[in-house]
């Protein structure tokens, strides 16, 4: 199985660099049991080097704060691409390493696939730990008679032909042409996320368990149809609580203040909430009828069943409000 390969060696040419005295590096969960050694590698390089323990989902939930409050010179954060660009702030994406053995098998199991649909162009897309192998997936597809095509997105988005589960821009200028979009990597949050931006196939090709299955069919209606029922109930109420995250990459004030006027106009009570991580427990007791969250799209689009309380997305507020039509819906993607 490919290995996620962790490499330090720009992160200690940065700091000693930057003559860092403290620096903050920030891990995805799934890297928390290389805490300690993080901090081996690195101490070297910087007198202080916490890791900082609160969860991370992304780069847009970079410990600015923690920066100023500890007083650091840097902040490391591994595991995604750069969403925001600052001196002081070094991105590490980690990698899985491939072969071109394994890029090869993974290849001929998509050729398959694509035979059997009868598909000839298609739209190559990966998360940032197999951006990388895409050049090389493309070029064995080329040989086969498969035209593939890696698109640029705005400039949220790294590399070409990366995708974050809040944008999906690397597909959208190249939608017009193909039979088929493919999803180069792990696990179901990304193409479950294309599901909502395209109406054209979705092909999740895992290179980890060696598998290729469609996930758009069966999805697509299922998930519209919760949506439009939110949508419908939420037509209804007469209070929505507007929440807006303080996050780095999630925090939409604009759009915020600008829902908080169209409700108003709407003849309803609108009332500003303001929070870091969005978790329901931390509104227990606010009296509205329907939350709308400005953070993170995916906390509606794949979380909304699990929460006791109505919430929606800014599109579906201003739909449920009138202001928009059900025609209008879109997945309130993140873009820049
Ligand atoms: S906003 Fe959501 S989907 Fe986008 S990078 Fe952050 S956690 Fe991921």
């Known amino acids: 199985m490919p ?7 720009e992160a200690r040419k940065f700091l000693q660099e930057k003559g860092a005295g403290t620096c903050i590096v920030q891990i995805p969960e799934g890297l928390k049991g290389k805490t300690t050694w993080i901090i081996d590698e690195l101490k070297g390089s910087c007198d202080n080097v916490f890791v900082k323990m609160d969860p991370c989902y992304g780069a847009c939930d970079l410990p600015l704060h923690d ?14 691409g750069p969403i925001h660009r600052n001196k002081n702030i070094l991105y590490i994406t980690c990698r899985y390493d491939l072969s071109e053995q394994e890029i090869r098998e993974n290849a001929n199991r998509l050729l398959k696939e694509l035979g059997k649909r009868g598909a000839r162009n298609i739209a190559l ?45 690397v597909v959208e200028s190249i939608q017009a042409g193909i039979d088929a979009n493919v999803y180069f990597g792990d696990g179901h949050f990304h193409p479950q996320g294309l599901v909502f931006s395209t109406t ?47 996050k780095s990459g999630q925090r939409q004030k604009e759009k915020a203040l600008e829902l908080k006027k169209a409700i108003e106009r709407a003849g309803r ?19 509205v009828d329907c939350l709308v969250n400005t953070a ?7 979380d909304a069943e699990n929460w006791k309380r109505l919430i929606i997305n800014p599109t579906e507020c201003l739909i449920a409000i009138g202001e928009k039509k059900w025609e209008e819906w879109k997945p309130d993607e993140f873009l820049h």
């Open 125 to 169: 897309i990966a998360n940032a730990q197999y951006q990388h192998a895409l050049p090389a997936l493309k070029k064995i597809l080329f040989e086969n008679g498969i035209a593939a095509h890696i698109g640029a997105g705005t400039s949220r988005i790294a590399s070409e032909g990366q995708v974050l589960g809040c944008n999906y821009t």
């Open 269 to 287: 009570k609108a009332y500003l909430l303001e929070m870091d991580l969005v978790v329901e427990s931390y509104m227990a007791g606010v009296k």
């Open 296 to 302: 993170c799209n995916r906390i509606v689009l794949d």
């Open 3 to 9: 290995e996620l390969i962790v490499d330090l060696a």
């Open 67 to 80: 920066m100023k409050a500890l007083n650091a010179d840097a902040i490391i954060h591994i595991g995604h």
């Open 200 to 246: 054209k196939p979705v092909i999740a090709v895992n290179p980890l368990h060696g598998t290729v299955e469609e996930i758009s069919e069966k999805n697509r209606d299922r998930l519209m149809r919760k949506r439009f029922a939110a949508v419908a109930k939420a037509s209804e109420a007469k209070s929505f609580g507007i929440i807006l995250s303080v």
